[in-house]
């Protein structure tokens, strides 16, 4: 609960919103553009599993955030399941949801859902993950997914001394050794994570200063279903063994989660690679924050992660959330991007950092994202 007390929306936030709604919205409006009292409104919240903290931590404070406005929440987590994801989806339009967020375990998979949502003029909401191939998407939260990707390549080249902290090249040559990972093929996020990073990579690809000694430079080479650690663990594993054996230094990895990352971690000790980066870990990347990988880039393990900060992403899910309940729009910053295939979703996107040993704690301690005492612990509270 102490992530969900920075979620907080003040008064005159929701007035303002309720003061500019327009007519209609979404797939016909919630209850045909009129406004409902909050204690009449039903959302319901769809995750994709509890599995990730992260995820847990996003269902939680979007409940809060809405439930501190007086709405009912239906707040379900698949457990990485379609099926139940879909059932789940179902169930919440029977009882009679309002407004629908959902962070799709895949985004190809919910067209009866969407369609059922249009025919019952709920607004749906896509939450962090794009959802893809259907008209009836309404509205798109996530972070800038492409810089994210581009922040991942960054900090793997900071790490091996190609740029420095401000982004500045430094002259290193190399060659430097580096395996590439990439994230769920039927998560639309990981194909913008994936190209921002080897659209900044590609450079030193071409020049010589990045080798791929493995060979393996394509998305569904490198992608990991579902985004399980123990996978990215095998693979790892199956490249140390068909690439390295022979001696072939490895010097990098780009990893695009926490979780993978610590898979990997865990492969490259298994290998006698050391157990930090003083000891001559390859500079493992990451993204998320996730606290037991905080507690590695504090301990010098995993090099660094990317933040972030979901309590903002909740805060929009929240805000247009609102909008759509009192018979407007929510407003976005991009309409150009976000094409799930069927339309350009209108969407809002946030920010996000890197974060390296250096900025743990303005970054995350300082923002009350985790304490220093969680970090020090490796787990939350």
């Known amino acids: 609960m102490r992530k969900l007390a920075a979620v907080a929306f003040g008064a005159a936030a ?61 707040l379900q987590f698949a457990n990485d399941d379609i099926p139940t994801q879909s059932q789940q989806i179902d169930q919440m339009i029977t009882n009679g949801a309002d407004v629908l967020i959902i962070a799709a375990i895949d985004g190809t998979a919910l067209g009866s859902q969407l369609d059922a949502a249009a025919a019952a003029g709920i607004p749906v909401i896509s939450y962090d993950r794009l959802i893809r191939d259907n008209e009836n998407v309404d509205f798109y939260v996530t972070f800038d997914n492409y810089d994210v990707g581009v922040q991942q390549a960054t900090s793997l080249l900071q790490g091996l001394g190609i740029l420095d902290a401000d982004r500045n090249e430094t002259g290193e040559e190399g060659p430097f050794n580096i395996e590439l990972f990439a994230g769920s093929p039927d998560d639309n996020n990981a194909t913008f994570f994936w190209n921002g990073a080897m659209e900044t990579l590609q450079p030193y690809l071409d020049s010589g200063v990045l080798t791929v000694p493995s060979g393996q430079t394509d998305f569904e080479q490198a992608a990991i279903l579902r985004w399980q650690q123990e996978t990215a663990q095998r693979r790892m594993e199956d490249l140390l063994t068909s690439t390295y054996s022979d001696g072939t230094e490895l010097h990098g990895v780009l990893s695009p989660y926490d979780g993978l990352s610590r898979g990997i971690i865990t492969a490259l000790q298994g290998a006698g690679m050391g157990p930090s980066l003083a000891d001559g870990l390859p500079v493992v990347t990451g993204q998320d924050a996730e606290i037991a990988s905080v507690k590695l880039i504090v301990d010098g393990v995993q090099f660094a992660t990317i933040f972030k900060d979901t309590r903002l992403l909740a805060e929009q899910a929240v805000i247009a959330t609102e909008a759509y309940v009192n018979g407007g729009e929510p407003e976005a910053n991009d309409t150009e991007t976000y094409d799930n295939g069927i339309k350009v979703v209108p969407s809002y996107l946030l920010e996000s950092v890197i974060v390296v040993a250096d900025n743990v704690e303005p970054a995350l301690v300082e923002t009350g994202y985790w304490t220093q005492e969680e970090i020090e612990a490796g787990q939350a509270d």
Do not use: F, H, K, N
């Open 14 to 74: 929701v007035l303002a919103l309720g003061a500019c709604a327009g007519e209609g919205a979404g797939g016909g409006g919630v209850e045909g553009g009129e406004t409902l009292a909050p204690e009449d409104v039903l959302v319901g919240v769809s995750m994709p599993t509890q599995t990730s903290e992260r995820w847990i931590a996003d269902g939680e404070a979007v409940e809060a955030g809405l439930e501190e406005l007086g709405y009912d929440v239906d």
